[in-house]
Nanobody
Framework: VQLQASGGGLVQAGGSLRLSCAAS????????MGWFRQPPGKEREFLAA????????VYADSVKGRFTISSDNAKNMVYLQMDILKPEDTAVYYC????????????????WGQGTQVTVSS
């Protein structure tokens, strides 16, 4: 299984970015895909997750209302639309596939993408 995250960059506060995650290596028929981030010097933080094929979504309170997770099952793609970005959103963002356990816990995820840097300037 491979995950390739992209779409990060430098944006001003209040702006938007859309992250993409391409999954490959097997059939993804009943999986949970998650987005996490890791600010410099801090622990990895859960942001959002989506279940395939039901499209059930879960969000962290810190991003609810600003971030939207979505998927294109036919293309094995997961997206994270990030709006009203703040300087504290600066981090490396990762997509991942859950193996087992609580959806909000990084330890529940067995496959990780390489990360994409998001920098929000004030």
């Amino acid at each position: 299984v491979q995950l390739q995250a992209s779409g990060g960059g430098l944006v001003q506060a209040g702006g938007s970015l859309r992250l993409s995650c391409a999954a490959s290596g097997r059939t993804f028929s009943s999986d949970v895909m998650g987005w996490f981030r890791q600010p410099p010097g801090k622990e990895r933080e859960f942001l959002a997750a989506i279940s395939w094929p039901s499209s059930t979504k879960v969000y962290a309170d810190s991003v609810k209302g600003r971030f939207t997770i979505s998927s294109d099952n036919a293309k094995n793609m997961v997206y994270l639309q990030m709006d009203i970005l703040k300087p504290e959103d600066t981090a490396v963002y990762y997509c991942a596939i859950k193996e087992s356990g609580p959806t909000r816990e990084p330890r529940s995820y067995g496959y990780w993408g390489q990360g994409t840097q998001v920098t929000v300037s004030s």
